[in-house]
């Protein structure tokens, strides 16, 4: 049984009736009744809350005359994920960059979550549910998208390939790449966030004192490398996903 962060005992001893409720309408059930609560559930919530507020403190600080430091540094990410964008899924780009944006501030919050004494990042826990539904989001996002700007049949007759002679060969590999993308993009968040937290873990256990905070600085380093991957593979899929043949 996974040790019981303090964020997720007090969820248990107080809204344990709350969790039980929402499980009872999806007909699922925990796998401690008596505390439905799991920790990456928690922690998730605490990113949802830390997000709002500091995107909240943001907005009444925007300024066109005098920029703060928080609104430099935000600007910076949005510029830097718009370049990306166009980039890489073209001048259409604008359209997807909210989806791009809140999955990577979203995975980047549950990353540096966990350099907090106390927290940990849900994107670490396993079975890996957080990175698997994110990954879930993006690959229904892409596939929509494709659906919405090809049209549902000319979408899906790309899975057949160049020709029809060769579809019978191309839909299962087709199939099976597309269904790779999620596991892929699952295995690689989670893999490289819980190696960096085992490893600042240890070093704190070995050096409480100067070294860990070297391996906190590469966690920190890691967190922003894979939220980028993750997003930056999740423009790829859609600009295929939407791109005209000609």
Known sequence: MEHELWVTALLNDHLSWLATAILEVFRLQAHNAARPWANFVAMQLVVAILILAVFGVLRRRLSVDQPGRLQH??????????????????HGARRYLAFFGTLFFFILFS??????????????????????????AAFLYYNIEGARAQGVGKYLRRF???????????????????????????????????????????????????????????????????????????????????????
């Open 73 to 90: 540094v935000f600007e910076l990410l949005y510029n830097f994920l718009k370049e990306q964008g166009e980039e890489i899924v073209g």
């Open 111 to 136: 990353n540096l979550i966990g350099v907090i004494p106390s927290f940990e990042s849900p994107t670490m826990f396993m079975p890996a549910p957080v990175p698997a539904g994110c990954a879930l």
């Open 160 to 246: 057949a390939g160049p020709s029809l002679l060769l579809a019978p060969l191309m839909i299962p590999i087709e199939i099976i790449s597309h269904l790779a993308r999620p596991l892929s993009l699952t295995i690689r968040l989670f893999a490289n966030m819980f190696a960096g937290e085992q490893v600042t873990i240890i070093f704190l256990g070995l050096a409480p004192v100067l070294v860990p905070a070297v391996f906190m600085g590469l966690h920190v380093f890691v967190s922003f490398l894979q939220a980028y991957i993750f997003v930056l593979l999740t423009m790829v899929y859609v600009s295929g996903a939407v791109s005209q043949e000609h």
